[in-house]
């Protein structure tokens, strides 16, 4: 059997999207594209700070790093205290600084996995389409 397919509604051209005598068509694209962005102000985020750079002061992030920070000065005591050990092939000391490198290097890689969709949360390369209607 053939599938048949509802037919789809007609597009209704926004005001900005209105073709004008003597206009091109990359020009309609820029004004269609500007439109789209134009409704993408303080209503979506709802603080006046969207759309605002913040850069690497952001709140966010600076709160999240001084969690992991936190993290890592905990499974540093941890590390120390509960799992340094000496073995025949290893001294205690050798173990306490393995143990610091384990910890830290697990803390970085964490924090940079997160710091790096946290960030990319903060600038989405895809703004939402609100249809009216």
């Given at each position: 059997g053939?599938?048949?397919?509802?037919?789809?509604?007609?597009?209704?051209?926004?005001?900005?999207?209105?073709?004008?005598?003597g206009s091109s068509p990359r020009s309609l694209c820029r004004r269609?594209?500007?439109?789209?962005l134009s409704g993408l102000r303080d209503a979506d985020m709802g603080t006046s700070s969207a759309g605002v750079p913040q850069g690497f002061l952001s709140t966010g992030l600076v709160t999240g790093t001084l969690i992991f920070l936190i993290l890592g000065a905990i499974g540093t005591f941890a590390a120390l205290t509960c799992f340094a050990k000496e073995t025949p092939n290893i001294?205690?000391?050798?173990?306490?600084?393995?143990?610091l490198v384990v910890v830290w290097n697990s803390?970085?890689?964490?924090?940079l996995v997160w710091a790096c969709v946290y960030m990319h949360q903060m600038?989405?390369?895809i703004a939402p389409v609100h249809l009216i209607q």
């Open positions: 053939a599938r048949h397919r509802a037919p789809r509604p007609a597009a209704r051209p926004s005001p900005a999207i209105s073709s004008a005598p269609a594209w500007l439109s789209d001294t205690k000391g050798e173990s306490r600084r393995l143990g803390v970085f890689c964490m924090w600038v989405p390369l």
